[in-house]
């Protein structure tokens, strides 16, 4: 059995891994994700992110017994000229706007998936897609939404396991995806490391 480290200090992917049985610790991450050139598509800066998150705690783990897993989640939309790419909003008035462009429209959650074994070296990266579709939002529901501060810590301005369900109308793909660590990724590439 190996130890288990998520190289992330967010609640949700603790929740996720203690969800599916996956017994781990946490070591956080030191990665400066304002290194990342801005004009990656949004697979590769979720590729990049959660790379460069896991082998910064590769780095600082003595055990090599150990196995990282680290990840990176991005909102994207479709647009003519490529993707409008949507991380977690700096202020109140960009969480509004981004809440503003999602509102009644289709977009897409990029996870990046890291794990690194230390004791083989073996480093696997994926990303995993899903789409989601949001209702139309008045603005009385936006305002509302953003004063509630759910949406400030998260990736395009909500959170799919919160209060931010209200607006979801449809989801095609992982809903643990959109909550930022693919359960079924993070299992079967475990599975396939020896590492359960």
């Known amino acids: 059995m190996k130890r288990i480290i998520l190289a992330s200090a967010s609640p949700r992917r603790r929740e996720i891994l203690d969800t599916i049985g996956i017994k781990h610790e ?3 991450s030191a990665y400066d994700e304002s290194v990342t ?4 598509t949004p697979d590769m800066l ?3 992110n959660s790379e460069g998150k896991g082998r ?3 780095k600082v783990v003595v055990d090599n017994n150990s196995v990282v ?3 990176d989640t991005v909102v994207a939309m479709k647009k003519e000229d490529g993707y409008r790419v949507y991380g977690k909003p700096v202020d109140r008035q960009d969480a509004i706007s981004m809440l503003q462009e999602l509102s009644g429209k289709a977009h897409t959650v990029f996870t990046g998936l890291t794990i690194i074994d230390k004791s083989t ?4 990266s994926i990303v995993d897609t899903t789409d989601v579709v949001f209702k139309e939002l008045s603005m009385d529901e936006i305002e509302w939404y953003v004063d509630t501060f759910e949406p400030m810590d998260k990736a395009g301005s909500y959170a799919i396991q919160g ?3 209200r607006f979801v109308t449809s989801i095609n ?3 643990h995806t959109v909550m930022g660590l693919p359960a079924h990724r993070v299992y079967e590439i475990l599975s396939n490391m020896g590492a359960l």
């Open 37 to 40: 050139p801005a004009d990656l």
């Open 56 to 58: 910064a705690v590769a």
């Open 69 to 71: 897993i680290s990840s």
């Open 173 to 175: 793909g992982s809903y």
């Open 163 to 165: 209060l931010g369900a």
């Open 121 to 124: 070296g073996v480093c696997e």
């Open 26 to 28: 946490v070591v956080v």
């Open 46 to 48: 979720v590729l990049v």
